[in-house]
């Protein structure tokens, strides 16, 4: 079956940096584009990243332009988020995403359990 799992999370102060990493398995990863979203506390899940299916497209939020990049490899299944400069708005519980079109035309859309991003004081 689909699995998103999500790793790399933690503690970290601000202005650092931290590596976030979800490993998918169960599908075809290359066919499929990938997301990092978020969710603070109180707030709604907001995308953080997104990179297409070849990696050759990425869109970001206004939020972390300059200071995160997505990436992914292919041959590994894997899609990363490099989060640098980070602030205390950033907290938030980060979400690997794995989203398309099937080739019988069905929508394809999983979430990793989430991995938590917290900002020490």
């Known amino acids: 079956q689909v699995q998103l799992v999500e790793s790399g999370g933690g503690l970290v102060q601000p202005g650092g940096s931290l590596r976030l990493s979800c490993a998918a398995s169960?599908?075809?990863?290359?066919?499929?584009?990938m997301s990092w979203y978020r969710q603070a506390p109180g707030k709604e899940r907001e995308l953080v990243a997104d990179i297409s299916e070849g990696g050759g497209s990425t869109k970001y939020a206004d939020s972390v332009k300059g200071r995160f990049t997505i990436s992914r490899d292919n041959a590994k299944a894997t899609v990363n988020l490099q989060m640098n400069s980070l602030k205390p708005e950033d907290t938030a519980v980060y979400y690997c995403n794995a989203h398309g079109t099937t080739p019988f035309g069905r929508r394809f859309d999983y979430w990793g359990q989430g991995t938590q991003v917290t900002m020490s004081s």
């Open positions: 169960g599908f075809t990863f290359s066919r499929y584009a």
